[in-house]
């Protein structure tokens, strides 16, 4: 078993492990910039101990920015029967691409 963490980002919680590429929400970083994340909750390779913070631990992961990018658009409509009332909205939420480098 590798290590495995859990960060917070963008307000949403992350599952990651070393390797592992994911979207997360926009970070204002550069692309090729290495930022550091709180650790929340950490599971260790040997003999399968879990650390939990309270609220966070004082490890850090590492993160590599690859890339910034816009998600599939999303259409939401808005319709109304009988009074001729119909909108059309769609909205592309932008996102930044991090690689995982190190578990701390």
Same mark, same amino acid.
Do not use: W
């Given at each position: 078993?590798?290590? =495995?963490?859990? =960060?917070?980002? &963008? &307000?949403? +919680? @992350?599952?990651?492990?070393? &390797? +592992?590429? $994911?979207?997360?929400?926009?970070?204002?970083?550069?692309?090729?910039? #290495? $930022?550091? /994340?709180?650790? /929340?909750?950490?599971?260790?390779?040997?003999?399968?101990?879990?650390?939990?913070?309270?609220?966070?631990?004082?490890?850090?992961?590492?993160?590599?920015?690859?890339?910034? &990018?816009?998600?599939?658009?999303?259409?939401?409509?808005k *319709?109304?029967?009988k009074?001729h @009332?119909?909108?059309?909205?769609?909205?592309? +939420?932008? *996102?930044? #691409? =991090?690689?995982?480098?190190? =578990?701390?």
């Amino acid at each position: 078993m590798s290590k =495995i963490a859990v =960060i917070k980002t &963008g &307000g949403k +919680q @992350y599952k990651v492990s070393e &390797g +592992q590429t $994911l979207n997360v929400e926009k970070l204002t970083a550069e692309i090729g910039s #290495k $930022l550091n /994340l709180e650790t /929340l909750l950490t599971a260790e390779a040997e003999g399968d101990k879990v650390a939990v913070g309270q609220p966070t631990l004082g490890d850090k992961v590492e993160v590599k920015v690859l890339e910034h &990018g816009k998600a599939k658009k999303v259409s939401v409509v808005k *319709f109304k029967n009988k009074v001729h @009332y119909k909108k059309n909205v769609g909205h592309r +939420q932008p *996102f930044t #691409k =991090i690689e995982v480098l190190k =578990i701390a």
